[in-house]
């Protein structure tokens, strides 16, 4: 006799359920809205006046810097986000949890896509709160349109597929709760800090302004830019090509490395 959750739709949106509602820490979710605001108001502005109020470079248009940082803080708590997906791993097989779950009908492929799913509707849902907490610093700047709205949605997709794929990946690799902590915000500092999440590549050093570009961050925070002040050229349409090969291939190391974990 089958059941509702032999479905794999079903299945999947039962899992992002769970997830939604008994995985997630609650103070988490309230941090990750509550420091882009932070963020976005004193580093704005604070770094503003140390720019002498002058404007930077975004296509054919000049925007204020608190309004370049806070398209730039739309994907920066993206990545945050994705850290949830190792996250829950790692308390499932700890709690003994993970392995329920493959008893009951539901596979290890239904598993992951619920994960990479669960933080596409966090990114979504603090993408829409940041908006509105950062409209002050947008209004002037921002050209919303359907086609840029649109570029905006397509980085968070793609940028949950590829930073909870690499959560995936770390998590499984590390036989740790703490190894895996260490490892993740180390390798998410290098994707924040060396990304023109906070700061265009202008002016940069020519080696540190090539890691920029070998950085995925830094084409999901320039499409967002792109789509937020309606600045779409055709590297934008580059970048939109780079990044989705590169978290294809991203989710498919990671799909291997689910299947492969030892219980």
Do not use: H
Request: aromatic share 12%.
């Amino acid at each position: 006799m089958k059941t509702a959750i032999d479905c794999p739709v079903n299945a999947v949106l039962v899992l992002i359920y769970r997830n939604l509602v008994a995985s997630i820490d609650k103070v988490f979710l309230v941090w990750q809205i509550v420091f882009p605001i932070i963020y976005i108001f004193i580093a704005g502005y604070s770094y503003s006046a140390l720019l002498g109020g002058q404007g930077l470079q975004i296509g054919d248009t000049s925007v204020p810097y608190p309004a370049y940082l806070a398209a730039g803080m739309i994907g920066f708590n993206m990545m945050n986000s994705s850290t949830v997906a190792g996250s829950i791993i790692w308390n499932d097989k700890r709690n003994g949890m993970f392995l329920q779950i493959l008893v009951m009908p539901f596979a290890r492929m239904e598993y992951i896509i619920g994960n990479i799913v669960t933080i596409m509707l966090m990114g979504l849902a603090s993408a829409g709160l940041i908006l509105v907490a950062g409209t002050p610093t947008l209004v002037g700047s921002a050209q919303p349109s359907v086609v840029g709205s649109m570029y905006v949605l397509y980085a968070l997709i793609i940028g949950a597929i590829f930073f909870g794929s690499i959560a995936i990946i770390i998590s499984t690799r590390l036989k740790s709760s703490e190894g895996f902590n260490v490892i993740v915000n180390s390798v998410f500092l290098f994707f924040s800090f060396v990304s023109t999440a906070f700061y265009p590549t202008q002016g940069v050093p020519g080696a540190l302004g090539t890691a920029f570009y070998v950085n995925p961050l830094t084409y999901i925070v320039d499409i967002t830019r792109a789509g937020v002040f309606n600045q779409i050229t055709a590297f934008t349409n580059i970048e939109v090509g780079i990044i989705a090969a590169v978290s294809a291939a991203t989710f498919f190391l990671a799909t291997l490395s689910m299947l492969r974990m030892r219980i």
